[in-house]
C-alpha cells in the first residue's frame, strides 16, 4: 500500500510539532506557510516545504494539494484564514481536512463548513494538565465527545488487592474499565476476580462528571 501524504499548512508550534511528528514516522510531509522563514526552519525536516498564501486557491491547486490524502491547517490567530483554507480545501476535494481552533466559535464555524475534524490543542492540553494536577493518579485524560472522556488512572492505594468486582465502578459510578494495562500489556478484557496490582493502570470510560467522581474518590 502507497503510503500516506500529508500536508500541514501553517508551521507555527502546532504545525511544526504535527510535521515534524509525521516526518519522524517516515511519512512524506508537505509544510506550507506565508512566512518564508518559517518554511526555511522546516525545510530539512520534512519531504517538501513551500511559502504559499493558502487562502489562494489556485496557489494551493498548483501544489497538488488535492492529492494529499489529510490536509492539517493549523493557523491558529488568523480565524479568517484558517476558515478561508478550510473552505478551499473543502472545494478542491481534499479526502480529509483536519482544522486546529482557537476557540469553541472557530471550531463550530469550521465544523460548520466541513472540516472532518476539529482540535483545540490548547484546550485539551489545559484539562490534562488540570485532571493530572487535581489526582496524581491521573495519567492521561482524553475527551472522545462532549460528555464523554477516557480516564487513565494508576491503582490507586485503595484499590490495591481488591478486583474490579469489588471496585464495582459500574454500580457506583456508572462508569466502565475497558483495559487494565500491566507494564508494557494491555489487558483489554480485564477478569472481573484478579485483584489489582500496584502499578496497574485503569483504562476507563464514562460521562466527564461519572469521571471527577472516581478521582475524587481516589486521590491518593
Ligand atoms: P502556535 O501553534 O504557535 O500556537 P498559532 O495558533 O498562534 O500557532 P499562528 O502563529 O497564527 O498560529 O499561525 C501559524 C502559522 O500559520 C504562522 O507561521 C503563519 O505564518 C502561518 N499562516 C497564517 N496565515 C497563513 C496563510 N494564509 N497561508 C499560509 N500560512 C499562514
Redesign the pocket.
Known sequence: MAKKQYAV???????FSVANALSGMGFDVLA????EQ?TQAVSNIVTHAVS????DEEALRALGIRNFEVVVV?????IQ?SIL?TLILKDIGVETIIV?AQNELHGKVLQKIGADKVIYPERDMGMRVAHHLTSPNVLDYIEISDDYSILEMKVAKDMIGKNLRQLDVRARFGCNVMAIKHGTKMDISPYADAPLKEGDILVIVGEKMDLTKIELAYPK
Not at 9 to 15: E, L, S, V
Not at 32 to 35: A, E, F, L, P, V
Open positions: 499548512i501553517g508551521m507555527g508550534r502546532f504545525g506550507i506557510d506565508s512566512d518559517r504559499a498564501d493558502s487562502t493549523a493557523i491558529g490567530e488568523d484564514s483554507t486546529k
